[in-house]
């Protein structure tokens, strides 16, 4: 059967600069595969098409049996508003008389949802084993549909809901996602591994340990294979687990850190944690073993918070955890949900001490997105009609009388100053090329011999970057950074170089970033949506070149 997986556009499309291969879907792919069906899988986000591009795919490239739309799977990727894409997507594919089968949260927590986007089956809960059964009959066939259980269809304008198993899928059975069901040059050079579902926490704002039940992982074994896998296939060099909590279990994490160790694999490996699963001796060997990065869910400063929200742990013990997985030598992110519900001013300054204290190499501040699936989500929709939000949206939701969201946004504008108050690191990397002795003193660590992944990751992480290279500069505005270029030949010097950093920065918009001797660095910010959009017509005319010049050779 002719199948394709879709990764809907998101309203707005997401950007791609941030985008990470959707490794759930990939892998419904490849699980699908397994049992000979013909199967692709189209990013329509990540290309930024429409329904109009996806018309064109079908009609020139793949004309599939069925659709499978992903919303709110295992990743939650995409705005409340890219239902009214999906609902588009489901009812132009009707015209070709392609079945679509939609899958996620959304429809597992709200099978009413096939009224508005008319699709033709809903998945509910967990998709392997019911997508397997469904893809065995007639999707036509509303008996047949009856027997499956799992899913949500209408027998005319009935709606017929049947309730799924309660067995679980087991993980070890799952096939090594083929990547190549996607073009991994449209996402970041970071590969993504699935290796757990499940949580063992079950905070209020989160729809984890409801959609998929108590934790389970694949074996430590299997981990590493996929690890060595991605390596051997596709020189990867970092790797991040994408587990809702990686370190839940704390011996299956052991066990992979030490055949890791055992194999002596060289990568560099991050993961979402849990401050209650912390455990020193376990993390130094996730250290040793390559992990270089983590990712805490902090979420408030506040102990009454926490409590309220049913997420347990102590405060000072996470303060504790940071500070010791830090000298251990890792790179940490921590998240903050600041509009919880129950929060006061007074609680907000207690995250705000949490922050400036602990002091983590990554913040993430969100305000709470109102999830189907969750105890929250659950709760106030049966006091009022409150809003969906699947990613975490830019502004508060719902109104606190207590503590009024203009009087929470003046106290993050507060803690965004006090955070730039801080004294920040300066990193120097030496060139010889008219080398000046008053270089090497001035910052705080001056490095000489950096591999291109280095200087690309150093650049990367930066808060702004001061340079006269013009592959400095060009990766800077890769990353969208701000920055300032300096001269680094005379005007009148003979080697000069500069006439690249002239062209590029003209031809952006950004000429006034470069400086002279005895200015002073620029403050304000670049403004990447010009420059983005005079950079995509370049690489068009750019593409257009080569094209033609490969043509010209073919010809000779």
């Known amino acids: ?76 990727l995409h705005t409340q508003k890219a239902l009214e894409n999906i609902s588009e997507i489901c009812n132009k594919l009707k015209e ?20 508005i986007i008319k699709f033709d089956v809903g998945i509910i809960g967990e998709t392997e084993s019911t997508i ?37 899928y087991d993980l070890d059975r799952l096939p090594v996602p083929n990547r190549e069901l996607a073009d991994l040059k449209d996402y970041i050079n970071i590969r993504s591994i699935l290796t757990s579902r499940g949580c063992i926490n079950k905070c209020d704002f989160c729809p984890t340990h409801n959609y998929w039940g108590s934790w389970r992982g694949k074996s430590a074994e299997n981990v590493v294979k996929e690890i060595e896998y991605l390596i051997h296939n596709y020189n990867t060099e970092k790797i991040i687990f994408l587990d809702d909590n990686a370190t839940a279990n704390r011996k299956r994490m052991q066990k992979i850190s030490n055949i890791i160790i055992e194999k002596k694999i060289k990568i560099k490996l991050g993961c979402l944690a849990s401050i209650n699963t912390y455990d020193k001796n376990t993390f130094e060997l996730m250290y040793k073993a390559g992990f270089r990065w983590l990712h805490f869910g902090i979420e408030s400063g506040s102990p009454k918070v926490l409590k309220n929200n049913n997420k347990n742990f102590d405060v000072n013990y996470a303060k504790r955890v940071i500070k010791e997985v830090k000298q251990i030598g890792f790179r940490v992110r921590t998240s903050f949900i600041f509009d919880l519900p129950t929060t006061t001013k007074e609680d907000m300054e207690k995250t705000i001490e949490f922050i400036l204290e602990t002091e983590p190499d990554e913040i993430r501040g969100h305000f709470l997105a109102l999830r189907l699936g969750t105890t929250i989500y659950d709760k106030l929709s049966k006091e009022k009609e409150i809003p969906t939000q699947y990613i975490h949206s830019d502004k508060p939701l719902l109104e606190n009388e207590k503590y009024t969201n203009s009087e929470m946004l003046q106290d993050i504008d507060i803690l ?32 000489y011999a950096v591999s291109p992944q280095d200087f690309i990751a150093l650049i990367a992480n930066a808060d702004y970057v001061c340079t006269d290279s013009f592959h400095c500069t060009a990766f800077s505005i890769q990353y969208e950074k701000n920055f300032t270029v300096f001269h ?60 033609e010049a490969l043509s010209a050779r073919k010809k000779f």
Request: charged residues 25%.
């Open 416 to 447: 965004v100053n006090r955070l730039k108050d801080k004294d920040y690191k300066i990193v120097n990397l030496q060139h010889f090329s008219g080398f000046c002795e008053a270089d090497v003193d001035f910052a705080d660590e001056n490095l």
């Open 132 to 168: 397997k059964n469904i893809l065995n009959v007639d999707i036509s066939n509303i008996e047949e549909l009856s027997k499956i259980s799992g899913i949500v269809f209408k027998n005319d304008n009935e709606l017929v809901i049947n309730e799924p198993s309660k067995e679980k």
């Open 1 to 76: 059967m002719n199948i394709i997986l879709i990764n809907p556009p998101n309203i707005p499309f997401s950007e791609q600069r941030l985008l990470i291969e959707p490794i759930d879907v990939i892998t419904l792919g490849t699980y699908l595969q397994e049992y000979n069906h013909h199967v692709k899988f189209l990013d329509m986000d990540c290309k930024k098409l429409n329904c109009d591009g996806l018309t064109k795919y079908i009609e020139n490239e793949f004309m599939p049996d069925i659709v499978v739309v992903s919303y709110d799977y295992h990743i939650p």
């Open 96 to 115: 070709y008389n392609i079945k679509t089968i939609m899958i996620g949260k959304t429809v597992t927590y709200n099978p009413k949802i096939i009224d």
């Open 488 to 547: 680094r030949f005379e005007k009148k010097d003979k080697n000069s170089t500069n006439t690249r950093l002239y062209s590029l920065l003209e031809q952006l918009d950004l000429g006034t970033r470069i400086i002279d001797d005895g200015q002073d660095i620029i403050p304000n910010a670049v403004d990447y949506s010009i420059c983005n959009s005079l950079l995509k017509k370049q690489r068009v005319i750019s593409s257009e070149y080569l094209q």
